[in-house]
């Protein structure tokens, strides 16, 4: 031991940087050599701070690696003392029944159903990053004669938008067209998609779900064969690579269940994995396109639920096209180690929160293929159950997530609270916050009325924050979103014109959290 410990501190160093984070950490507490190394080193704390925060690094060499570290490290810092008050209001000109989100690059995308419109724009725009802006009027998001639009994709990270369209109600394809320009995408294999002979054969119009990841486009729709009961319908999905081939035999179908009117709910898992989630989570490698998805393992649920999926803000790197390029940042939410963030839908009186490492999808081992995980071997350790007696808005990025909190029993008005579950938050939040890592008990039940469920017990740690130097009017908040620099906030007004405001996470602010719970 001592002929190592009398290494050169760089050779020490070198062979330090080859363990995992953890490992790294373990190593300065056994002795003093090992701790001068990491202290002296930025590369060791910049390999603990970039795992610790569940981040993939986008290697700059023209930054220091000193001040990468302190980037990272004032950015983590800078979540825990969040000024609520706006950076920038938007006026935003939105109809009934319009279907917004925050998309990468901190874009607002619009879809309108019933009137057939869509915008997109940059909310803060930086010199780094593409930014688009367009707006489509009746009729322009496709132009196929007697089409009808079903659903719509925008993904500004690869210019691309997917028009999901039913010609005489009928046949269905989906477009694959530029964001910043008319025409067919540069990087697309054809101008559509095409839907598989049994799909078109038997597609329900009226429920239809269009996501994309990187090189993937999948559609989930219910069956509408004539020739089974209500009792018996069945869901199918769709996956495509849309930058090789417009057809596919990627397809997943199975019986809709709890009596769902909804296609299945999934989400992409990074650029090969895919979470099905019907009773319980089915995971699904689409590693190869020229066959149907293969599953990898089932997470059985405790009980059954119908669950929806909150939909994610994808800040992941996944390719080196000079669209991504222009919006590409020092570091990335690393897809293994990220939350996903399911509530429990059809509840009256109470919101019923499932938030889930992604870890556990990917520490899979050879002899867990293709079976079922009971929840107990699972779920306690890699989810954080939450139950409310009141209605919340709520959004997830990479390892945080933002909800709103009432302030009084009438539930009229909020702030906001911020749950970090990142490990390196919980080892070292630097006096901010409140630790969480002992186990919480919740009862989740399927039914209205709260008849039949289930008390379960869960531990997966995190830091609490309360922020509660402003309060908002619940009544008037549409939606709120977080990516990995802002939060943003759609308010309601009288008007058509509603309100957009945005709250950017600087390193440098001066206000301080205002309280902790």
Known sequence: MKRFLSLAEELLSYILSLLPYRDILRCTSVCRTFRQTYLSSSELQYIVEIDGQRLISNTDHSIPISKRLQLLRDKAHAWFKVDIHPLKMVRITRSRGSRDKIAAGGHFCSWNPPRDTAMIFPVLSKPSQQSIRRNWLPGTLCSAPHSHNLDVFMDPAQNLIAVAYAVDRKTVYINLGALDGDGVHPQAAGEKLFLSD?????????????????????????????????????????????????????????????????????????????????????????????????????????????????????????????????????????????????????????????????????????????????????????TRIFRYPFHLKIHINGNRVLHTLPVDMRDSQFIFQLLDFSPLAVTNRRGLGRVVKEPSTAYITADTFDKFGESLTTSLPYVQVVFSNRKFDFSRLRVVWIDKDRIYMLTRSPSSIDRLEVIDVQSDLQSGVVSTR
């Open 198 to 382: 049994d799909s078109e054969n038997s597609f329900d119009m009226t429920f239809v779900r269009l996501k994309g990841f990187g090189r993937h486009i999948a559609l989930s729709h219910r069956s509408n064969d004539e020739n089974r009961t209500s009792l018996d319908k069945v869901w199918q999905l769709q996956i495509w690579d849309w930058k090789y081939s417009t057809a596919s035999s990627s397809i997943l179908s199975g019986a809709i269940p709890n009596g769902s009117i909804d296609p299945v709910e999934f989400c992409f898992l990074g650029n090969n994995r895919l979470l099905v989630i019907t009773d319980n989570l089915n995971l699904y490698s689409i590693e190869d396109m020229s066959q149907p998805p293969k599953l990898l393992a089932c997470f059985l649920m405790p009980i059954p639920l119908k669950l929806w999926c909150l939909p994610l803000i994808d800040d992941i790197g996944y390719g080196s096209q000079p669209h991504m390029q222009a919006q590409a940042t020092m570091c990335t939410s690393d897809p293994t180690h990220r939350l996903i963030c399911l509530t429990v839908a059809f509840t009256q009186f109470s919101t019923q929160i499932f938030i889930i490492s992604t870890r556990i999808f990917f520490d899979l081992d050879e002899t867990a293929a293709a079976i079922s995980i009971p929840w107990q071997h699972w779920g306690p350790s890699n």
